[in-house]
C-alpha cells in the first residue's frame, strides 16, 4: 500500500496501475489457495473469514482502482451495496490507511447485511451456471427449441 500511495503521489500513474494490478493477483491467488469452496463444507468459521477477507479486498480494489477506472470502481461499490461517499482515504491523518491491513475489517460495518441464500437458490444458480460455456450454450439452444415447439402448438386467434 505505501508503494501504491507514494507512486500515486508522485504523479506516477503506470506504477500505480501496476501495483493495484498485483495486489489484484496477489488476492485472486489468497482466494484460490484457500480453497474457500472446501472449507465451506469442512469448516465454516475458516471460510467466513476467506469471504470476509476477500470482499475486503474487492473494496480495496475499488477504491485503488477508481483514478484509473471510476464507472467500475462505482458499479462495484454498488454491487457491494455502498454509497460512493463510503470510499475510504489513503491519507495518513484518515486512519483508514491502518485498516488496509486488515482486510476482513475493511468494510463499513452497516454493510456487512449479507442475506443467506437459501439451498434450493444455490441449486438453481449451479444447475444454470454448471459446466463449461460450450455446455450451458448447448442447453440454452435445447431450451429455445423447447419454447419455439411451445409457442407452434399455441393457436392464436385474429380478431
Same mark, same amino acid.
Given at each position: 500500500?505505501?508503494?501504491?500511495?507514494?507512486?500515486?503521489?508522485?504523479?506516477?500513474?503506470?506504477?500505480?496501475?501496476?501495483?493495484?494490478?498485483?495486489?489484484?493477483? $496477489?488476492?485472486?491467488?489468497?482466494?484460490?489457495?484457500?480453497?474457500?469452496?472446501?472449507?465451506?463444507?469442512?469448516?465454516?468459521?475458516?471460510?467466513?473469514?476467506?469471504?470476509?477477507?476477500?470482499?475486503?479486498?474487492?473494496?480495496?480494489?475499488?477504491?485503488?482502482?477508481?483514478?484509473?477506472?471510476?464507472?467500475?470502481?462505482?458499479?462495484?461499490?454498488?454491487?457491494?451495496?455502498?454509497?460512493?461517499?463510503?470510499?475510504?482515504?489513503?491519507?495518513?491523518?484518515?486512519?483508514?490507511? $491502518?485498516?488496509?491491513?486488515?482486510?476482513?475489517?475493511?468494510?463499513?460495518?452497516?454493510?456487512?447485511?449479507?442475506?443467506?441464500?437459501?439451498?434450493?437458490?444455490?441449486?438453481?444458480?449451479? $444447475?444454470?451456471?454448471?459446466?463449461?460455456?460450450?455446455?450451458?450454450?448447448?442447453?440454452?439452444?435445447?431450451?429455445?427449441?423447447?419454447?419455439?415447439?411451445?409457442? $407452434?402448438?399455441?393457436?392464436?386467434?385474429?380478431?
Amino acid at each position: 500500500m505505501e508503494q501504491y500511495v507514494e507512486s500515486m503521489e508522485k504523479v506516477k500513474l503506470k506504477q500505480g496501475l501496476k501495483i493495484a494490478m498485483s495486489i489484484s493477483s $496477489e488476492g485472486n491467488a489468497y482466494l484460490q489457495d484457500s480453497q474457500f469452496w472446501k472449507l465451506y463444507k469442512e469448516d465454516r468459521a475458516s471460510c467466513s473469514i476467506v469471504v470476509k477477507t476477500s470482499v475486503g479486498l474487492v473494496y480495496l480494489l475499488a477504491c485503488l482502482l477508481e483514478p484509473f477506472m471510476p464507472s467500475f470502481s462505482l458499479e462495484v461499490l454498488k454491487q457491494l451495496n455502498l454509497p460512493p461517499e463510503t470510499q475510504f482515504s489513503l491519507c495518513d491523518e484518515s486512519g483508514d490507511f $491502518e485498516r488496509t491491513r486488515k482486510l476482513w475489517e475493511i468494510l463499513p460495518h452497516w454493510s456487512q447485511n449479507w442475506h443467506t441464500t437459501k439451498d434450493e437458490d444455490v441449486e438453481f444458480f449451479r $444447475e444454470k451456471f454448471s459446466g463449461s460455456q460450450a455446455d450451458r450454450v448447448v442447453r440454452a439452444e435445447a431450451d429455445a427449441k423447447k419454447i419455439t415447439k411451445q409457442l $407452434e402448438k399455441t393457436n392464436i386467434s385474429g380478431n
